[in-house]
């Protein structure tokens, strides 16, 4: 019960009083029974807008539509005066309507011209439409003007004035050339709301002779052009760079009033070289980025859907590189009356209370009047029952008889609201409006709901019973719901039984039975297994279920989600499926579903087929073809075919097959004609007339086919009158205007006789006409033209031939040519569901302007720009969806979250699509973001790494910032402990530190919205291995004392070579110095083997490098100049002895390691080989 009304003072006491008696709205159900007989004030249900401008060229229609019981009379006033509709020949009211139609041919339509108010009337008050303002629209010509040529320096600013003619509704202005191209507009050349054509600055290519301003009139569709314009931008002396200055509008400041509801439009237009950029703000706030948008490469600011945060100081700047111009527009934001709560209808019983309230708002303020029955308050006869505060009627202690109809009106200087609202006055008793008697029935544990919908004034009370003694009270289980249901949450079967709802008011009490049934549950007891099964032989899927008794089951049986096909192998018993003769395709799972009226249960096995063992089988072959075909007992339409089987190959004949040639129609082509079971030779063959036959047998067993049997003799059949007509008769129509008569024509076969033809018939459905006719042969359609568009036909199409026609045909119907429908959908309203799925919703066009066969309908949306930043709309791809059937909503998926989308709906039918319904805007909420469009670790350290990634592709939202998490991964794969991080929107790269060298770490990245965060993108990355070496050496190598040693070692070697160095000089030569002489090889140092003393050289190699160092100063070995050796001087091989025994080896310019020898080098020893020698 609606309780939501406001004291009045000084009434307060009787409030009080009365409160008891107070009672809301009371919806008077929409069946018919109950309607019937029931008497109710007029409401205004459809009526034309406030604001109607006509067409002169078309007729006038005022619509007021209004329901009431009884139907109500209707009456019209023109100026505040009352409008005689029968003393004007011109004006018709439609019957049972309100609705004028003002034939205004031939007739000076200003003369209809005015304001417009329609009354419905019947015995229990009077309902009143809006004041409809009749205007014509109006295109006037443009004034005659002469337009003297404009010559202008480069670089100056310019203006074109367009001007045009004030038409109604305003004119749609655009710019154009003699060759009816639009001018291209840019962030330098622009035009103003207004029409105007603005030029920041000319160039040269701006010269023209052919600037043409054209006003667009909407309602007539004409269009009217201004006289050219010349211009001519000279170069001799141009004008320089300047600052930005605004062109429109002038000074430091303007103001702008918007109402509320509408769309604020502001523009800025600057001059200045270079051209100027213009941005926006709004002083002191933000701009709302879901109804803001930018046009005319942002000189004008759009902010749709105005409300009273959006007044305030809107500043637009422009600026180039030599400064920055401000204006400020001052916005002030006004609202025409608009409805905070309407006033409802009543309805109530005698000495009832009720209240109406008309809430309204606006600015200023707006005022309200009351009237009854279209007569002010004031002026209505006096009633003590009803008291008036502002915005509140209350009618106390209401009586038979004081029905009417209050109409509320509220209005300021931007407009008016004006509501009617009945209220009836009923004493009706109870009735209960659900069918007596109704059985519900549950399964056990599932909620019940048990209707006792009813209608009374006053409002019944509903009172619950079981079995016609226990009273029913709110409570565990059950549930009394407002509208009188009774809910049990949870049914039991103790719970199933009789329940009585009784309605009672003051005036009557009325008693309704229902019954509810709580049914066991559908189970399967037994659930189908496992089974693996050879090739060949036979599987069976066992499937037990309990259900309730009282249900009618049904199994099914499911393969891979099918059901399984009819065959013969296929057999479903009670409890069970058994294939026979399992085949590999067979193989798959199988799926038992026990369906009740109530519920359901089922269950899955798998079936897998393997090999069959091979085992020795009798050899089985097909028949042998049957022999020894003869025709007897012929006649005109019969004829007795017997034949001899032949050879059964072991595997017994099933029957036999016949088949007939057409000589005369079909020759060489064999049909199917019966088919005979064994042990039967013989068979009675029915024959057409006008057939040239011959016949063969073909027997069957389970291997297949035999061969054909050798053909019978012919026999010839007569001629006779065709026995059948064409069938798939159709009429449908390929285009407007025509009906297209199709049929699927006889065959020869059954032509039964020569010169075959048809007999087209046609008449228009539901019209007395004769039938028209026409003959044709050898072609399977027929073209009406001349039809009128999607039209009713009734057809027939007979066949005959020279011997007779066939039966009568039955008739069939079809439809004339569709043309493309005539209305557009209407009322089109989103239901936004989420930030990808949004709902439309439209009303239907009328079936006659389908002018077809509804296919459906199609969405067209579009998405025009992001919600996120105020940038201007750019193209986007057209989507398309197709409702089919007769349908009013369809869902929209796959929407871009945080969007601006734009729609229209156009029906379709067979021909085509119909006109686009006005376009609807919606917008999707936020989402979550996508993933990070890339993660990237760059600068890796010992203990640290910097990650760098960037901003999500699709932000589906305002972007509140990143979520990070990582951890650390061991060479086990193990992971550590995660750590969480979180980010600004504003950055995109941050360090870590503090963490592990050499090992790997993973990250995890997500951005958020205030809807969640997005998808995550991952990434990993190890840090710089530690390069300290942890062995003995390295770090030995390092300590002081160990470089002191190594400094010794060094020290001492050096005294030992110098003492070998003497040794050598002092030491005899060896037979091979001469030929190292000769070769002056300063690479071949010998040493004797059998002494350990080196050989001798010459005074000229003291300044060779000492054996060990070998590399010459340049860092290379020239081989082309060290390439000899002692084994140049023996008798081939490595490792030869010299003569007195000793090995010595290959002495080249290459020397290899000896294996005796340890780790030995041709390079200079490192500190750290030398300790590797020592070790």
């Excluded at 209505?380 to 008036?388: F, G, I, L, Q, T």
């Excluded at 599932?446 to 029913?472: E, M, Y």
């Excluded at 159709?730 to 205007?737: A, D, L, V, Y």
């Excluded at 379709?908 to 686009?916: F, I, Y």
Aim: aromatic share 8%.
């Amino acid at each position: 019960m609606d309780r939501s009304w406001k004291w009045v003072p000084g009434f307060g006491a009787v409030l009080l009083t009365l409160l008891s008696h107070m009672t809301s709205a009371l919806e008077v159900p929409l069946d018919p029974k109950v309607l019937e007989g029931l008497p109710q004030p007029p409401t205004i249900t459809l009526q034309s807008p406030k604001d109607y401008i006509f067409d002169p060229r078309e007729n006038i229609v005022i619509h007021c539509e209004a329901k009431g019981k009884p139907h109500p009379s209707f009456s019209w006033t023109r100026n505040g005066t009352h409008f005689d509709v029968e003393k004007d020949s011109k004006v018709l009211m439609k019957p049972g309507s309100g609705t004028l139609v003002i034939d205004i041919s031939g007739e000076k339509a200003e003369a209809y011209e005015g304001t417009y108010q329609c009354t419905a009337h019947n015995e229990h008050g009077t309902a009143v439409s809006n004041s409809i303002v009749i205007r014509q629209s109006r295109s006037p010509l443009w004034s005659k003007e002469t337009n003297e040529a404009i010559v202008v320096q480069m670089g100056v600013s310019l203006v074109l004035y367009c001007r045009p003619p004030a038409g109604l509704p305003p004119p749609v202005i655009f710019w154009m050339d003699n060759n009816f191209q639009r001018l291209q507009l840019d962030k330098r050349v622009s035009q103003a709301l207004n029409g105007d054509l603005y030029f920041s600055n000319v160039l040269p290519e701006d010269t023209r002779s052919d600037y043409i301003c054209y006003a667009r009139f909407p309602h007539t569709q004409t269009i009217q052009q201004k006289q050219p314009i010349s211009v001519t931008v000279l170069n001799n002396s141009p004008e320089g760079e300047r600052r930005p200055e605004f062109m429109t509008p002038l000074g430091a400041t303007s103001t702008k009033m918007v109402l509320r509801g509408e769309t604020l439009e502001l523009e800025c237009i600057a001059e200045g070289l270079p051209t100027p950029e213009i941005s926006w703000q709004k002083d002191g706030g933000e701009l709302p980025s879901t109804r803001t948008s930018f046009y005319n490469f942002k000189r004008t600011l759009k902010v749709s859907e105005v409300n009273e945060a959006d007044g305030g100081d809107y500043r637009c700047t422009a600026t180039n590189n030599l400064g920055t111009a401000h204006h400020i527009i001052k916005v002030t934001v006004k609202a025409a009356p608009f409805w905070v709560s309407a006033p409802r209808n009543l309805v109530l019983a005698p000495n009832e209370t009720g209240i109406l309230t008309c809430r309204v708002n606006g600015e200023p303020k707006p005022k309200i009047s009351w009237f009854v029955n279209g007569v002010p308050l004031e002026n209505a006869p006096e009633d003590h029952s009803r008291k008036v505060d502002d915005d509140t009627v209350i009618l106390s202690n209401v009586q038979s008889g004081s029905s009417a109809v209050y109409q509320c009106n509220a209005s300021n200087e931007f407009g008016y609201l004006m509501a009617n609202a009945f209220v009836n006055v009923l004493a009706e008793p109870p009735r209960v409006l659900t069918p007596p008697n109704r059985v519900y029935q549950v399964i056990t544990n599932n909620p019940a709901l048990l209707h006792c919908a009813s209608f009374g004034s006053p409002i019944p009370t509903i009172t619950w019973f079981k079995d016609s003694q226990t009273s029913i009270k709110n409570g565990d289980p059950y549930v009394i719901h407002e509208n009188g249901t009774l809910e049990i949450h949870v049914a039991q079967p103790l719970n199933s039984g009789k329940f009585t709802c009784i309605a009672t008011n003051i005036l009557g009490i009325k008693e309704n039975h229902v019954f509810l049934e709580v049914k066991e549950p559908t189970r399967i007891l037994k659930q189908p297994e496992y089974k693996v099964v050879q090739r060949g032989m036979s599987a069976v899927f066992e499937c037990k279920v309990k259900h309730d008794p009282t249900l009618i089951p049904t199994m099914t049986w499911l393969k891979d989600n099918t059901e399984v096909s009819k065959d013969d192998r296929f057999q479903v018993d009670v409890d069970s499926l058994t294939i026979r003769d399992v085949e590999d395709e067979d193989e798959g799972t199988y799926t038992c579903v026990m369906n009740t009226t109530l519920d359901q249960d089922s269950a899955s096995a798998m079936l897998t087929v393997v090999e069959a063992t091979p085992t020795p089988a009798i050899v089985y072959e097909k028949p042998d073809p049957p022999s020894d075909l003869e025709l007897t007992d012929q006649t005109g339409r019969s004829v007795q075919l017997t034949w001899t089987p032949g050879d059964e190959h072991n595997s017994p004949t099933e029957k036999f097959l016949i088949q007939y040639e057409d000589l005369l129609h079909q020759p060489g082509v064999w049909i199917n004609l019966t088919d005979v079971s064994v042990p039967s030779t013989t068979a009675q063959l029915k024959l057409s007339p006008y057939v040239y036959y011959s016949f063969r047998v073909l027997a069957v067993n389970r291997v297949g086919y035999s061969q054909p049997s050798q053909p019978s003799s012919q026999y010839r059949t007569s001629p006779a009158a065709p026995d059948d007509n064409p069938s798939d008769v159709r009429g449908e129509g390929s285009e407007p205007g025509n009906l297209v008569i199709s049929w699927m024509p006889l065959t020869g076969f059954q032509a039964n006789g020569p010169d075959l033809e048809y007999r087209v018939q046609w008449r228009q459905k539901d019209v007395d006409d004769d039938w028209s006719s026409k003959n044709v042969a050898n072609v399977s359609q027929f073209v009406v033209t001349g039809t009128p568009t999607y039209v009713s036909y009734e057809i027939k199409v007979q066949a005959f031939n020279d011997y007779g026609s066939a039966p009568e045909p039955e008739t069939v119907f079809g439809f004339s040519g569709e043309d493309l429908p005539l209305s557009a959908p209407e009322i089109v309203q989103v239901m936004v569901h989420n930030s990808t799925l949004a709902e439309v919703h439209w009303e239907p066009v009328d079936f006659p302007s389908v002018r077809g066969k509804l296919q459906g309908y199609k969405v067209y949306y579009r998405r025009e720009h992001s919600l996120q930043d105020t940038e201007e709309a750019s193209d986007q791809n057209e989507q398309v969806l197709t409702f089919s059937g007769n349908r009013s909503e369809g869902r929209l998926p796959g929407l871009q979250p945080y969007s601006l989308y734009n729609l229209t709906i156009r029906v379709l039918n067979s021909k085509g699509e119909g006109p686009p319904s006005p376009s609807k805007k919606f917008e999707t909420p936020e989402g979550v973001p996508g993933p990070p469009s890339f993660l990237n670790v760059v600068h890796p350290s010992l203990d640290s790494l910097t990650l760098e990634w960037g901003p999500p592709m699709n932000n589906n939202g305002r972007l509140a910032g990143y979520t990070l998490k990582y951890h650390p991964v061991n060479t086990t794969k193990e992971l550590g402990p995660v750590k969480i991080m979180s980010f600004p929107a504003n950055e995109t790269t941050f360090t870590l530190g503090n963490l592990n060298s050499s090992m790997l770490y993973k990250f995890y990245l997500s951005a958020k919205t205030i809807k969640g965060s997005g998808p995550i993108i991952t990434g990993e990355a190890f840090t710089v291995m530690d390069t300290t070496v942890p062995s003995r050496q390295v770090d030995i190598a390092t300590q002081g004392w160990f470089i002191g040693l190594m400094c010794a070692i060094a020290l001492l070697i050096l005294v030992l070579l110098i003492v070998c160095f003497i040794k050598r000089n002092k030491g005899g030569k060896y037979p091979v110095k001469e030929k190292e002489d000769a070769h002056q090889d300063p690479e071949i140092q010998p040493m004797k083997e059998d002494d350990g003393t080196f050989g001798e050289y010459s005074d000229t190699e003291d300044h060779k490098p000492l054996k060990g160092s070998r590399t010459p100063s340049n860092g290379t070995v020239r081989r082309d100049e060290s390439d000899d050796s002692l084994v140049d001087y023996g008798e081939g091989g490595d490792g030869q002895f010299n003569e007195d025994g000793s090995f010595i080896g290959q002495y080249s310019g290459k020397k290899e390691k000896d294996t005796h020898e340890g780790n030995e080098s041709s390079e200079a020893p490192s500190p750290v080989n030398a300790m590797n020698s020592f070790v």
